[in-house]
């Protein structure tokens, strides 16, 4: 399989670069005269360029932001072929991606590959969220185009129910963040737990059964207490979805949406398995 021509990448450039005497091209120095505080006419009439190409590098390095020549050239340096961490950079940014390490390679290969990477101009798994969140948007759009041309819907309807639905998923959210922090409260006492028994562990030469028991029998009512509390809230929202007009299957079908959020894949197999205990089909 051809990676470049999967990828669409390119092979070659059209014009060769034109170096400096230090290697660098127009582009950086450019750039670094940019960092320097240097407005695009200064820089042209003392690199002797054109204006209209030192102005269009000005408006890339607006985009790219400061110093962002240094950052590649240490990032450059990272994914040097004589670099002792290289393997493990390259793991670390074709992670980072979304894609294999051969993958990388590849686009590494190609003219401006990792400039392309770092300032996000190459679409990559790891924007899929992104771009699926835009596709999102553009079908609301049409939703509400369709309700205001072909169905002469109000605007201030559209705006209504637009308001009441992000205030529904306000509270949503509010709920989650609830349920978070509980979780955050509890992980906190199972550390103190955790290091109140390693305290007493390091001070005996045995271990206090009764303690460690002790300890476990706390962990397990806390453990059961929030279980019946998932329950409680599982039901409480399955019945609020009901009384809006769905069946129970479709209610169950909601919530399993909202439980399992894909965000973490542990977390969603626990929701799940969670409600398929509580809630069989």
């Not at 392309?116 to 101009?121: E, P, V």
């Amino acid at each position: 399989m051809n990676l470049k021509k999967l990828l669409g990448l390119k092979r070659t450039r059209k014009y060769p670069i034109k170096r400096d005497w230090y290697g660098r091209s127009l582009r950086q120095r450019c750039f670094e005269l940019f960092d320097e505080g240097k407005r695009p006419v200064q820089v042209a009439a003392e690199l002797r360029a054109n204006k209209k190409t030192v102005f269009r590098y000005y408006r890339q390095w607006k985009k790219m932001g400061p110093n962002f020549e240094k950052q590649l050239a240490y990032v450059k340096g990272l994914l040097d072929k004589n670099s002792p961490d290289r393997d493990r950079m390259l793991e670390f940014f074709a992670d980072t991606a979304g894609i294999t390490v051969e993958e990388l390679l590849v686009i590494l290969s190609t003219p401006h590959g990792l400039r392309r990477i770092l300032t996000r101009t190459m679409p990559l798994p790891v924007h899929k969220d992104i771009a699926e969140k835009r596709v999102m948007a553009l079908d609301i759009a049409m939703v509400v185009q369709d309700h205001l041309l072909n169905h002469r819907g109000q605007y201030e309807d559209v705006l209504f129910a637009l308001n009441h639905l992000m205030k529904q998923n306000q509270k949503h959210r509010i709920k989650i963040d609830a349920d978070i922090e509980s979780q955050n409260l509890e992980i906190e006492l199972f550390r103190k737990l955790d290091e109140l028994v390693f305290e007493e562990r390091q001070k005996r030469t045995q271990p206090d059964p009764l303690l460690i028991r002790r300890a476990q029998t706390e962990i397990n009512q806390i453990l059961a207490a929030k279980l019946e509390e998932a329950k409680s809230s599982y039901w409480w929202r399955k019945a609020e979805l009901v009384k809006e007009g769905l069946t129970p299957e479709q209610a169950r079908e909601k919530l399993t949406e909202l439980l399992t959020d894909g965000y973490d894949m542990n977390r969603t197999q626990t929701m799940k398995a969670f409600q398929d205990k509580i809630d069989p089909i």
